[in-house]
T-cell receptor
Framework: AQSVAQPEDQVNVAEGNPLTVKCTYS??????LFWYVQYPNRGLQFLLK??????LVKGSYGFEAEFNKSQTSFHLKKPSALVSDSALYFC????????????FGQGTTLQVKP | KAGVTQTPRYLIKTRGQQVTLSCSPI?????VSWYQQTPGQGLQFLFE???????NKGNFPGRFSGRQFSNSRSEMNVSTLELGDSALYLC????????????FGPGTRLTVT
């Protein structure tokens, strides 16, 4: 079965420190991979994607993600966390040939403390 | 460009009733996908429409249906509402036909009592 796993329900980090939010996937073929962020009572906001090419992709607000095919992972990273980064983060995968469908992980709450 | 808009933003219905939710995609986007978000099940794909045709469907009962109009606006309908249908319903659009990033609306919060 196709799935996405975010092993941490919550990640706590101090402002100014680097952060990592983990994601692994189980999808056959070469999937497209995405990260989204959700603020309270808001829809999902696109952060970045991996389609093909360089394994390190850069996105909005200083976020980046590293694709690792052998480990089927797509971890989200940021060198220096801000309090305003506190939100709910979702990893998602679009299976090959599965039009318009995103499979989401359960989400990870990021808490950045001053 | 204006973002994805969804109406209404909040809705309260009674069990057994039916409801229709509306979604207007970003101008020029022709594909619309719908998702249900609940605390227990997370984000789940409902269906996707492109050029007024349903191209993909998730694992939801037939009470959940949708359609897309020639201007790419989409509606989803839930008949015979159950308490478990209470959720945030999110609509997303993408230029298509490729499944690249989707742009989400703010959602419709449906409460079934």
């Amino acid at each position: 079965a196709q799935s996405v796993a975010q092993p941490e329900d919550q990640v706590n980090v101090a402002e100014g420190n680097p952060l990592t939010v983990k994601c692994t996937y189980s999808v056959s073929g070469n999937p497209y991979l995405f990260w989204y962020v959700q603020y309270p009572n808001r829809g999902l906001q696109f952060l970045l994607k991996y389609i093909t090419g360089d394994n390190l992709v850069k996105g909005s607000y200083g976020f980046e993600a590293e694709f690792n095919k052998s480990q089927t992972s797509f971890h989200l990273k940021k060198p220096s966390a801000l309090v305003s980064d506190s939100a709910l983060y979702f990893c998602a995968v679009s299976p090959p040939g599965n039009t318009g469908k995103l499979i989401f992980g359960q989400g990870t709450t990021l808490q950045v403390k001053p | 460009k204006a973002g994805v808009t969804q109406t209404p933003r909040y809705l309260i219905k009674t069990r057994g009733q039916q409801v229709t939710l509306s979604c207007s995609p970003i101008s020029g986007h022709r594909s619309v996908s719908w998702y249900q978000q609940t605390p227990g099940q997370g984000l789940q794909f409902l269906f996707e429409y492109f050029s007024e045709t349903q191209r993909n469907k998730g694992n939801f009962p037939g009470r959940f249906s949708g359609r897309q109009f020639s201007n790419s606006r989409s509606e989803m309908n839930v008949s015979t509402l159950e308490l478990g249908d209470s959720a945030l319903y999110l609509c997303a659009s993408t230029p298509a036909p490729e499944s690249y990033e989707q742009y989400f609306g703010p959602g419709t919060r449906l409460t079934v009592t």
